[in-house]
């Protein structure tokens, strides 16, 4: 949410504060990153869709100590007037897979205050350049990454593709995001590949198929896993019935849930 100041009082905060009656100047009021500890100000930019590759390794134990941040700090963040630390905050919830505290920030769409700036590859090893971004514009990144679709900086467009979501483990996209996420740790993703196991026949065949289709299942991996689908599913997905109508890809694409469909078929044919 954005605040908004007459503009005498608005110029003079932002030379730092402005003068009471004493003819004192009072102090600017201190963001919440004032209070973290030293990693905040040792942070020069953000990595976007995961991309670490592309921080130094200097300057990343920063950033993974921030991506530890507490549940009560990242609230704080994200409820701050000082658009940095809100930047930060979108940061740690996306570090954290914490998919509500992304989905209930869509407010801050409308924010278009200058944030972090994120990084951009440079031909020299151990360089970037720091893009700047928008509050807005780093939130739409970040749904992109996660959900699969561009709500383009408008609150419109997200309650159009992802609008309200009951159960964020029914999403294909947060799925997939942690799947590749994990892709170098074996254990971590023999346990993700367990509990996708575990969902309700509706949505586990549309997270094994795009897995699949991204290469984070072999195809016999996903033969396996499909192979016991409920029939009443499998029915539903021949005749082309509208299943998992909430979800973001399929809201964005109808093509691409008949694409899905069709694979999905295709892997589960006797």
Known sequence: MRLTYPCAIALLLLHGGFTSATGVQDAAQPSVGDALPGWKDEITALPRDNQWSLI??????????????????????????DPDDIGLAIFIADQQADIESLLSANHLLENESLTLP????????????????????????VYH????????????????????????DHLIGPWLVTLVRAESDEKRLTALKADIDRLPDHVRWA?????????VYTQSEAVQALSDTDLNVLADIREGKPLLPSEPLFRASDSYRKALYRRALMLTQP
Do not use: K, M
Not at 57 to 66: E, F, G, K, S, V
Not at 127 to 136: G, K
């Open 118 to 141: 994120f990084a951009l590859p440079l031909a020299q090893p151990n360089a970037y350049e720091a893009q700047a971004q928008t509050v807005s514009e780093y939130l739409t990144a």
């Open 56 to 81: 130094p390794p200097t300057d990343r134990p920063a950033l993974r100590q921030a991506a530890t941040a507490d549940a009560e700090t990242l609230t704080a963040l994200l409820t701050s007037d």
């Open 207 to 215: 997270v094994i198929t795009v897995g699949w289709c991204d290469s």
């Open 145 to 168: 990454h996660w959900f699969g679709v561009d709500v383009d900086g408008s609150l419109p467009r997200f309650a159009s593709l992802i609008g309200e979501v009951e159960n964020p």
